[in-house]
Each structure stands twice: as C-alpha cells, then as structure tokens.
C-alpha cells in the first residue's frame, strides 16, 4: 500500500495505491496522520488506485470520517472501483461518506 498527500490551499487529497487489507490499515493510519490532525479543511481520500479494501480498512476510514468532523474538516472519497462501491453499499458506508 501506498499513500501519497498533496497539500493545495485548504485541502488535503491522500492517494491511495494497492490494497488497504489489515496488514495495509496499521500502516496506513501513520501515513493518513495529516489528514486525522487536519483541522477546518477540505479533505480528499483518491481511491483511483485502491483495490482493495478490508474490514481494517473500512475502520480506518471510519476513524478519519469522525476525527474529520470532529476538527470541523469534511471528507470527501473519490473515484471508488466498483468492487469496492459494492462493498460500500453492502455495509451501509455509502450513507456516510460523501462519495465523488
């Protein structure tokens, strides 16, 4: 898994590449650390490269989503595969998050 962030005005856009499995997810909190601390800005998860996610993983961006409104930050998820669309609205996360 990688995760690349770019910094523009207000917002953050975290890339993320490869598969966000549980091995992925412990990683992946370290590396998103810019986005759980940032506070009153736009945030942006790029899933255009994300193949898969897991359980770890769609609690990993449970995690971001609270902590996002909690500092006064909106989350945004982009460019969702199909399979992991299905998985999203499997579990009910398309009601949560703000899928672009």
């Known amino acids: ?56 993983g769609l609690r990993l961006f449970l995690s971001l989503l609270k902590a996002a409104k909690a500092n006064g930050s909106q989350l945004a998820l982009t460019d969702l595969n199909s399979d992991i669309t299905g998985v999203f609205k499997l579990t009910g996360f398309d009601t949560l998050f703000t899928i672009i």
Not at 15 to 41: C, I
């Open 1 to 56: 898994m990688k995760i690349t962030i770019q910094k523009t005005d207000d917002q953050l856009t975290a890339r993320l590449e490869g598969e966000l499995d549980t091995l992925a997810a412990t990683q992946a909190q370290n590396d998103l650390k810019p986005l759980f601390d940032a506070r009153d800005s736009s945030l942006k998860l790029d899933c255009t490269d994300l193949k898969y996610i897991s359980s770890s």
